[in-house]
């Protein structure tokens, strides 16, 4: 049986009393997705997550990213988000969408299609400048999903200084996301000076004994302040993701918006 057989049967049920619209809607929580051959995009994701699908562009041609996204604006409603993307990815989905928006230092393409005020406070905090690409790719994470979000550039513990200057506007956040790379520091001394989630992100910056951002990655993960968390090695798109729904359930939204 097809999507939409399957559709029209689980409606026609429901308009008899055969089935109640609580277990309409959870069985509608498994349906549907396109089948595009290299790819099965998606479509309930944010039904069941939250937020749409994200498209992970790297390792995907610009023909196959177009096709995704197209296959998302055909079949989705709300806000859409491409990590990852190239320049010429780019050039592609904006002929599917003149509301696409490039975003150069993180690689993130955005297409707003239900604008509304943001809600609550997620904190970006990174440690340097070199840092700041992963922290751009948290931001944008986390604006796309609905929330508003605060930056922190440049605040790294060489000059432990600069942060305390901030400490006020870290307690009205919701979550907050450290970026840092080196030895990944800043994350401990955030989550020692707040009660709200820190999501740590190790980032591949440093010299050659930081391994990629693996010396960053082990600190932040033996963290002895509580109420830290660790994604993995430069995954802004995680952590911002994750301090979203955190936002998100702090503020009392059911979704987007």
């Keep these: 049986m ?13 308009r008899s009393g055969e089935v109640n619209s609580a277990e309409a809607l959870e069985r509608l ?9 290299f790819a099965k995009v998606d479509h309930h994701r944010e039904l069941r997550q939250g937020f749409a699908e994200v498209v992970f562009c ?10 995704i996204t197209a296959a998302l604006l055909e079949k989705n409603h709300g806000n ?32 707003e299609r239900e604008p509304a005020e943001p809600y609550g406070l ?18 944008i994470t986390a604006s796309i999903m609905g929330s508003r979000v605060d930056t922190f ?3 790294g513990v060489a000059g432990a200084h600069r942060l305390f200057a901030y400490r006020e506007a870290f307690e009205a956040s919701s979550a907050i996301v450290v970026v840092a790379g080196m030895e990944g520091a800043l994350a ?7 009660s709200c989630p820190v999501v740590a992100v190790p980032t591949s910056v440093g010299y050659g004994a930081s391994f990629g951002g ?30 979203g729904l955190i936002n998100r359930m702090v503020s009392g939204k059911d979704g987007p918006g």
Excluded at 188 to 194: A, I
């Design 2 to 14: 097809g999507y939409e057989e399957e559709l029209k049967r689980l409606l026609e049920q429901v």
């Design 29 to 37: 929580r498994s349906l549907p997705f396109t089948d595009l051959g």
């Design 58 to 67: 790297e390792r995907k041609t610009d023909e196959q990213v177009r096709a």
């Design 80 to 111: 859409i988000l491409l990590t990852r993307a190239s320049p010429e990815s780019f050039e592609l989905v904006r002929g599917l969408d003149e509301r696409a928006r490039y975003h150069p230092e993180a690689g993130a393409i955005t297409i």
């Design 122 to 139: 997620v904190s970006v905090v990174s440690a340097g400048t070199a840092d700041q690409p992963v922290a751009e790719e948290a931001r």
């Design 153 to 155: 550039y440049d605040v």
């Design 188 to 194: 401990s001394l955030v989550g020692g000076m707040v």
């Design 214 to 243: 693996l010396a960053a990655l082990l600190a932040m993960m033996n963290s002895c302040a509580a109420g830290v968390s660790v994604v993995n090695i430069d995954n802004g798109f995680g952590a911002g993701y994750l301090a």
